[in-house]
Nanobody, 125 residues
Framework: QVQLVESGGGLVQAGDSLSLSCAAS????????MGWFRQAPGKDREVVAH????????YYADSVKGRFTISRDAAKNTMYLQMNSLKPEDTAVYYC??????????????????WGQGTQVTVSS
């Protein structure tokens, strides 16, 4: 079992920055890859970014490439998402997820076994 708890969401203006955290507990942190997904109202959940178990491999959706940075800190059992130059279209509930699988790219929801409860990010224009 892996327990995931997101934090850091909030209301910001377009162009601002925000940092999300995902604290993990349970199985050894270095044994699984982790990802960030988001779901906007009326839309399907979509992958935002993924980071491999060692932190050496990362994936970004085209919509966030160059603006968002995913990272993980094994000493703190925590994954992060630094979001810069936020846009109103980034408004969504953001979820972190853990996967023990070898992923396809882009990563798919079903490839993640564990999910956090989500944190709301709202970007006003």
């Amino acid at each position: 079992q892996v327990q995931l708890v997101e934090s850091g969401g909030g209301l910001v203006q377009a162009g601002d920055s925000l940092s999300l955290s995902c604290a993990a507990s349970g199985r050894p942190f270095s044994r699984y890859g982790m990802g960030w997904f988001r779901q906007a109202p009326g839309k399907d959940r979509e992958v935002v970014a993924h980071i491999g178990w060692s932190g050496s491999s990362v994936y970004y959706a085209d919509s966030v490439k160059g603006r968002f940075t995913i990272s993980r800190d094994a000493a703190k059992n925590t994954m992060y998402l630094q979001m810069n130059s936020l846009k109103p279209e980034d408004t969504a509930v953001y979820y972190c997820a853990a996967s023990f699988r070898s992923l396809t790219y882009p990563p798919r929801e079903y490839e993640y076994e564990y999910w956090g409860q989500g944190t709301q990010v709202t970007v006003s224009s």
